[in-house]
């Protein structure tokens, strides 16, 4: 049997939309999920940034923020190279990959069907709060409702989500949040006495200032709240004891999960 041109270009091409419905999912879930997608990596509100650009990478980290909260834990050395700065640095570059998402205009079904995916099944960073403000802004509101999972970054002294730098920033709404990893690095520099009446990050009400944005978010949804702080103090200055960082990070889940 002699084909024509088109017969045989068709009979060379992988029927993707005949698959099964649950394997394309699978497939657009591999391709389009499972990352940690960062927004505005290195983007501090020390530095200038347009008002409609939000600049998303794909992390390279070579270790997790989990696995390497537990690692600084212990006493190993060269611990500096597990900071967030560090562990990140990576992920900064002009270079840093982005999801692949000239994937969705290959076909109208397909994008159709997967155009929400990379809101689905990826987990967003955040480091401050005007980040996340500018993030939403440029979504439309079934991207935004789509986001299931985030991870908060708040990197000692860089100002982040203190009350401070949120108050005149609409509260975000997320429908479909439902998983939220909070980091909280603490540095030496934190325990300086200089804010406000002399108080450092060992008073509570500094304490639940720096994170306070990160309450703002309304996510009716919202679950599963895990929270990570890790630790460090001046050579002369103990650092925050375990009974009072657990403490902290129970007012930080509370505080979420707060209806
Ligand atoms: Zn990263």
Redesign the pocket.
């Known amino acids: 049997m002699v084909l024509t041109r088109s017969q045989a270009r068709k009979k060379a091409t992988f029927p993707f939309l005949d698959l099964p419905a649950e394997l394309r999912t699978a497939i657009y879930h591999l391709a389009l999920g499972g990352r940690?997608i960062?927004v505005d990596?290195g983007g501090g509100s020390h530095e200038k940034q347009s008002e409609t650009d939000a600049r998303t990478s794909v992390?390279?980290?070579s270790i997790l923020d989990k696995e390497s909260y537990a690692l600084k834990r212990l006493p190993v050395d060269r611990r500096e190279g597990l900071g967030n700065s560090s562990?990140?640095n990576?992920?900064n570059t002009p270079a840093a990959k982005n999801l692949p998402l000239s994937f969705l205009s290959v076909c109208k079904q397909i994008h159709q069907e997967a155009a929400l995916v990379p809101f689905q099944a990826n987990r967003f960073?955040f480091w401050n709060r005007k980040s996340l403000a500018r993030f939403l802004r440029y979504l439309k509101p079934k991207q935004q409702n789509a986001i299931t999972a985030m991870i908060l970054y708040q990197v000692h002294i860089q100002s982040g989500w203190e009350s401070a730098s949120h108050r005149s920033l609409k509260a975000p709404r997320l429908l479909g949040l439902r998983e939220v990893l909070i980091c909280v690095e603490l540095a030496p520099g934190d325990y300086l006495p200089f804010f406000g009446e002399g108080e450092s990050i060992v008073s509570q009400t500094i304490q639940d200032d720096r994170v306070s944005g990160m309450g703002k978010l309304k996510a009716p949804k919202l679950n599963r709240v895990e929270v990570l702080i890790n630790n460090s103090s001046l050579g002369h200055i103990p650092p925050l004891t375990s009974a009072e960082i657990k403490a902290w990070e129970g007012r930080i889940k509370d505080m979420m999960l707060a209806k």
Do not use: K, L, V, Y
């Open positions: 940690i960062h990596r992390c390279e980290a562990r990140h990576a992920c960073t």
